[in-house]
């Protein structure tokens, strides 16, 4: 299939604000600096989003989820237990937050924080988000035999510990927080399991 120019440009567009959250906020990244950050015509941005910052911002947020959804669910297809599962998915997380110097951390958990409170369209997108991480992870737990309200409530608080450790681990510049998580929610899910 052919990607069109308009379509390409879209893309860079959306890959650009979400670089830039990740590294800037979502407050601190201007609609000039993620045009530049594209290498996308001016006129473009509002072509194709009308809306302007908040529809684009929405998109990101919808990336990263992808992103981290896919990273959940190809992962679970690897063999071992719950924790082995949970380690590998934070060892990818600590890579990233080590390559880049600490500088980029969860866009969704940024766009939440800043925005969650005056912004209906960003906050839903960011719930949609959390969610569409909690479901597979929900659905891997219950296939191990879990009960699916045990499940759900275990994957609610892997994504909530992950997102927290995130947090911290950028703040302290290290990567322990990280791995305290991986190391604490691996010896639950593995006791649950057992």
């Known amino acids: 299939m052919r990607v069109t ?60 989820a992808e992103r981290f959804r896919l990273l959940v669910t190809e992962t679970a297809l690897e063999p071992g237990t719950p924790g082995d599962l949970i380690r590998r998915v934070i060892d990818v997380l600590a890579g990233m937050l080590a390559d880049s110097d600490y500088q980029l951390g969860c866009p969704v958990s940024v766009v939440t924080l800043e925005m969650g409170a005056q912004s209906e369209r960003l906050r839903d997108a960011c719930a949609s988000a959390f969610a569409s991480w909690i479901t597979p992870m929900t659905e891997y737990l219950a296939a191990q035999g879990h009960p699916h309200a045990t499940a759900r409530t275990l994957a609610t608080a892997v994504v909530g510990s992950v997102e927290g450790a995130m947090i911290i681990s950028r703040a302290q510049r290290s990567v322990e927080p990280l791995r305290c998580a991986a190391h604490a929610l691996a010896l639950l899910l593995d006791r649950e399991a057992s």
């Open 5 to 64: 120019k308009g379509a390409e440009t879209s893309a860079r567009l959306v890959e650009s604000m979400l670089e830039l959250i990740q590294a800037r906020g979502y407050s601190g990244t201007g609609l000039n600096t993620v045009v530049e950050h594209a290498r996308a015509p001016k006129g473009s941005l509002y072509f194709h989003f009308p809306q302007g910052k908040e529809a684009l911002g929405e998109k990101a947020v919808e990336l990263a």
